[in-house]
């Protein structure tokens, strides 16, 4: 049996068994809170399908870059990859082209029945959305709060005001009281499983209209 080993940009090895276990858990979650079976990316992945496939949107998930150090060749006509490294730390989940606009989103979930801890995103994926936000894209947080199995799309202006006022004192998290103010919720349904694109035209909406 051969091992793959991965590495993160930092050098730390990415232990493939506690991903499995972590994976496992959060599809555990999904069955007991939300009652599909499903993770959040493969309910994702199935709303994008249909978009696609009824020509909406074309949205996709990022691939995550890796750089190969170690290739193995046990037959001539076969390498196996033995050890890796992800090349640089990863911006947003999704991207794609709506209605002419370009759309730029990540997928969260918190189990916290009251608030969306700021820690569940990291500098660099703030920094690309502000980015994004300048250039005139659509750019928003998609965020799940499992136990209450209620699902937002919450605008990035929004969310970045939070992370930056956290540097200079303010709360490490975002009170369920101003995500439902300020995003739109999402309700689930047959196809697409996740509407999300509803909540863009909201956002697309507010941008006209001068607002977030």
């Known amino acids: 049996m051969i091992t793959v080993t991965f590495h993160y940009p930092n050098g730390q090895p990415y232990l493939h068994h506690e991903a499995k276990k972590a994976k496992k858990q959060a599809a555990s979650a999904t069955t007991i809170f939300g009652k599909r079976g499903m993770s959040l990316e493969e309910e994702l992945n199935e709303s994008n399908q249909y978009y696609l496939a009824k020509e909406i949107a074309v949205v996709h998930k990022k691939p995550t870059p890796i750089q190969i150090v170690k290739v193995d060749y046990p037959q ?5 990859i033995k050890e890796a490294y992800f090349k640089r730390p ?18 969260k979930e918190t189990k916290s029945k009251t608030s969306f801890p700021l820690h569940n995103f990291h500098e660099h994926q703030v920094k690309h959305m502000d980015e994004c936000l300048k250039q005139g894209g659509i750019c928003f947080a ?15 202006s929004n969310l970045i005001t939070f992370w930056r006022a956290q540097m200079t004192g303010g709360r490490k998290s975002i009170p369920l009281d101003a995500v439902v103010a300020d995003g739109v919720e999402i309700n689930y349904q047959l196809n697409p499983l996740i509407p999300y694109l509803d909540g863009v035209d909201e956002l697309i909406a507010r941008t006209q209209q001068g607002g977030n």
């Open 142 to 156: 998609l965020i799940r709060f499992v136990v209450l199995d209620r699902i937002f799309v919450y605008p990035a």
């Open 76 to 80: 001539r006509s076969q390498a196996v």
């Open 90 to 107: 990863s911006t947003t989940d999704y991207n794609g082209v709506y209605h002419g606009h370009y759309i730029d989103f990540d997928a």
